[in-house]
């Protein structure tokens, strides 16, 4: 080998051996919640929720909503505060029932943890009355279940009698009432100045102090006007039962249909 060739051969490595080799993240890639370990009593699959005080949820936005108006089932991403995902929630319900029937439709929420794993179940059964406000402690009652992985009632979410501000309760697998919702009487957000998060404080009823928030998220004017797709938050205390956890996260669905997609169906 000449001594030109073995000096190419010496430029070249050195040159190798300096190069900056560059490797690109994805940006649209979504952190996962690691397993935080096995609870003591915790039933399985909500080790995730015993391990936090806050939970966000995300509503997908769906395309062929969008073009269409035709009301697609809903889809949600389920948050920890350090954005990592923790959950999946999807909506089945019968398609005519969506859209003939739009918020008052019954409806089965999967909730699956990141390997698609069932966690939970919330059901809400088709009933010709949805929920008047007035009479919601009798006839017009329009509760949830909420059901473990292995098919045991957790409790139930329900309307309760109110004059015109929103009021949930949330009851126990015996019915027994642990937990009262108050909404705001007018619980409103828009592009024009109404762009606070929209509260809905959690009081137990043994005390009648606040143990938790369930607050609607505002998600920005384009979303906010050009979708229906909705942002919440649920908060509670981090040593709270976990049940009590995965009955008040139950909350946003009963919110979500009872008073803002009822709200936007009415002003179509």
């Known amino acids: 080998m000449t001594s030109a060739n073995r000096y190419k051969i010496t430029e070249q490595h050195r040159m ?117 406000c007035c009479c919601a402690d009798g006839c017009c009652k329009y509760p949830i279940y909420v059901n473990d992985r292995a098919g045991q009632l957790l409790g139930i979410v329900r309307m309760m009698n109110s004059c015109w501000t929103p009021h949930f309760g949330i009851f126990d697998h015996n019915e027994v009432l642990l937990y009262e919702i108050w909404g705001p009487c007018c619980p409103c957000q828009c592009a024009c100045g109404c762009t606070d998060d929209i509260e809905f404080p959690i009081k137990s009823v043994k005390d009648n102090t606040q143990v938790g928030t369930v607050s609607k998220v505002w998600a920005g004017s384009f979303r906010e006007m050009l979708t229906d797709a909705d942002t919440y938050s649920v ?21 979500d249909f009872a008073v803002f997609e009822t709200q936007k169906n009415n002003n179509k």
């Not at 008052?104 to 088709?126: A, E």
């Not at 205390?237 to 139950?250: E, G, I, Q, S, W």
């Open 235 to 255: 908060r509670f205390p981090v040593n709270l039962d976990v049940r009590h956890k995965a009955l008040m996260f139950a909350c946003i669905f009963l919110i």
């Open 16 to 132: 190798d051996k300096n190069r900056t080799v560059v490797t690109r993240q994805p940006t649209n890639e979504i952190a996962l919640m690691p397993f935080p370990g096995q609870f003591q009593g915790c039933p399985p699959g909500l080790e995730y929720m015993a391990a936090i005080d806050q939970l966000i949820c995300k509503q997908e936005v769906s395309l062929f909503e969008v073009l269409t108006g035709i009301e697609a089932v809903n889809k949600y991403r389920v948050f920890n505060t350090l954005n990592q995902q923790a959950y999946w929630a999807l909506e089945e319900s019968d398609c005519c029932n969506r859209i003939y029937c739009g918020p008052n439709r019954g409806f089965v929420f999967h909730i699956t943890d990141n390997s698609q794993q069932d966690v939970m179940t919330i059901v809400r059964p088709f009933l010709c009355c949805k929920g008047c």
